[in-house]
Nanobody
Framework: VQLQASGGGLVQAGGSLRLSCAAS????????MGWFRQAPGKEREFVAA????????VYTNSVKGRFTISRDNAKNTLYLQMNSLKPEDTAVYYC??????????????WGQGTLVTVSS
């Protein structure tokens, strides 16, 4: 599976962005997917994940109620809708996939990252 993240950019605090992650490979619909982020000088952290079926979604506490993860298996695409953005959301965002059940940490494939910058 190859992953290509896009949709990052510069936005003011309170604004919105939608990240996309295009996946190649015929097994996408059997992969659970996740978003991670890494802010400057910090370790990479989990943001959200969605099960292969799309039925189970998990979020880190700091984005609950503001971010929504979704997937379109017909288009082999993962999304992250980010609303009410805060300066502390500034980071490089990575999409990741793994075969099977949802996970908060263990992923097999990673995209290249897309930069999100939120100005105050």
């Amino acid at each position: 599976v190859q992953l290509q993240a896009s949709g990052g950019g510069l936005v003011q605090a309170g604004g919105s962005l939608r990240l996309s992650c295009a996946a190649s490979g015929r097994t996408f619909r059997r992969h659970s997917m996740g978003w991670f982020r890494q802010a400057p000088g910090k370790e990479r952290e989990f943001v959200a994940a969605v099960a292969w079926s799309g039925g189970t979604k998990v979020y880190t506490n700091s984005v609950k109620g503001r971010f929504t993860i979704s997937r379109d298996n017909a288009k082999n695409t993962l999304y992250l809708q980010m609303n009410s953005l805060k300066p502390e959301d500034t980071a490089v965002y990575y999409c990741a996939s793994r075969f099977g059940d949802i996970s908060l940490a263990e992923y097999d494939y990673w995209g290249q990252g897309t930069l999100v910058t939120v100005s105050s």
